[in-house]
């Protein structure tokens, strides 16, 4: 089965603490991409990815960091710099300009 | 002016309903457009692309005005399983997003 994959579905934070949330794809696309939805709200881009070893930051890259080792994977990691992390966070992942989305991961801080 | 605007809706329509939702973007040079469905609780689907030309996909019709700068997403005989939030998808040939998403607009087929 083709597609891409997220993991945790629901993962909890606390305080302080860093928190890394997996996204995989084998669907062989260059281009990954990270969105956090709020409430309401539309997709933000976080942080994407054109090529293995090269990341760009998005409009809300603050308090998030992102690696691209291998063309699969593109994890991102929330860091205790980020105040307001609760939200659904979705992974994408495009040839061209079509993006496709994996299952997405709620965040909840505790 | 924002990217891109939407009505939020809800649109509460009954079964079998001819309904239409339009989207403005404010970047004369955007080239690509898309449609997405997102269901609540889930990740957004692709719905379909928008040509020039303007196309067509059973049900649904997505059209798209250069001149006015809105695309519209037309969809005939509706069913329960359309309720939905439809996205807005347009991409930005500069800047730091290579595409911006609309808010969406609601839709509740109603039987």
């Known amino acids: 089965d083709g597609g891409i994959t997220q993991s945790p579905k629901y993962l909890f934070r606390k305080e302080g603490q860093n928190v890394t949330l997996s996204c995989e794809q084998n669907?062989?696309?260059?281009?990954m991409y990270w969105y956090r939805q709020d409430p309401g709200q539309g997709l933000r881009l976080i942080y994407y990815?054109?090529?293995?070893?090269?990341?760009q930051k998005g409009d809300i890259a603050e308090g998030y960091s992102v690696s691209r080792e291998k063309k699969e994977s593109f994890p991102l990691t929330v860091t205790s710099a980020q105040k307001n992390p609760t939200a659904f966070y979705l992974c994408?992942?495009?040839?061209?300009?079509?993006?496709?989305f994996g299952p997405g991961t709620r965040l909840l801080v505790l | 002016r924002k990217e891109v605007e939407q009505d939020p809706g809800p649109f509460n329509v009954p079964e079998g309903a001819t309904v239409a939702f339009n989207c403005t973007y404010s970047?004369?040079?955007?080239?690509?457009f898309f449609w997405y469905r997102q269901d609540c609780r889930k990740e957004p689907k692709l719905l379909m692309s928008?040509?020039?030309s303007g196309n067509e996909d059973g049900r649904f019709t997505a059209q798209l005005n250069r001149a006015s700068q809105y695309i519209s997403l037309l969809i005939r005989d509706s069913k329960l399983s359309d309720s939905a939030t439809y996205l807005c998808?347009?991409?930005?040939?500069?800047?730091?997003?290579?595409?911006?998403f609309g808010k969406g607009t609601r839709l509740s087929v109603i039987a």
């Open positions: 994408a992942s495009s040839m061209e300009e079509t993006q496709y």
């Open positions: 669907l062989n696309h260059d281009a």
């Open positions: 990815s054109q090529i293995v070893n090269d990341f």
């Open positions: 970047n004369s040079a955007s080239q690509s």
């Open positions: 928008v040509y020039s």
């Open positions: 998808v347009v991409n930005l040939p500069s800047g730091n997003t290579p595409l911006v």
